[in-house]
């Protein structure tokens, strides 16, 4: 064996070896198969991030830390949007649309700061038919009222995130909904399964 093709075969050993110390033994003990212990098994319970961001992010990301109040809330959207029958990428349109919106926080009547009648999650406005303020502060409601609009929009699964919100909520600004597709994605990885 040429000595070029000898040191890559055995550094190939080295890293394997020293790959399965770092991991820790395997106890032999363990009820567990090992076929379970797979990369593949492990993260089966994650959605993939090819269909959480299927054409890739547009633009910078903006990224906010959550508190409990909205973190639950985006479980109350991921919720919805199984109740709804939707996949992975609706909760990640609707969580991105929120954070968009409101910073995923169930606004109420803000005032002279209030863009017009807008309220909760998405801001739906009562006036505009989305429901009464009653429901459309309802976290389920309101994700079931946007992602009904999401099901009328055709094509919305092959569309960037920010044209089917977009299409939905008919903003002012209507490329702002794409910086949160990353953090949206990841949340919806975090907790959909939970």
Do not use: C
């Amino acid at each position: 064996m040429n000595t070029m093709l000898r040191k890559s075969v055995l550094g190939i050993a080295g890293l394997a070896f020293a790959g399965g110390l770092a991991a820790g033994p395997l106890n032999h003990h363990d009820a567990t198969p090992t076929s379970a212990m797979t990369p593949a098994a492990v993260q089966a319970d994650k959605p993939d991030m090819g269909k959480l961001i299927p054409h890739g992010v547009q633009g910078a990301q903006s990224k906010i830390t959550l508190n409990d109040e909205q973190t639950a809330n985006a479980k109350a959207i991921i919720a919805a949007t199984k109740k709804a029958g939707l996949p992975e990428r609706a909760a990640v349109i609707s969580i991105a649309t929120s954070l968009q919106e409101s910073k995923l926080e169930n606004l109420g009547h803000l005032g002279d700061a209030n863009d017009h009648d807008s309220l909760g999650l998405f801001q739906q406005r009562p006036s505009s038919g989305w429901g009464t303020p009653e429901q459309i502060t309802d976290p389920e409601y309101a994700t079931l009222a946007f992602e009904k609009g999401l099901k009328q929009v055709d094509g919305w699964q092959d569309m960037p995130l920010t044209e089917a919100a977009q299409t939905v909520q008919v903003s002012a600004y209507p490329d702002a909904y794409a910086q949160w597709e990353k953090q949206a994605a990841h949340i919806v990885a975090q907790h959909w399964n939970s």
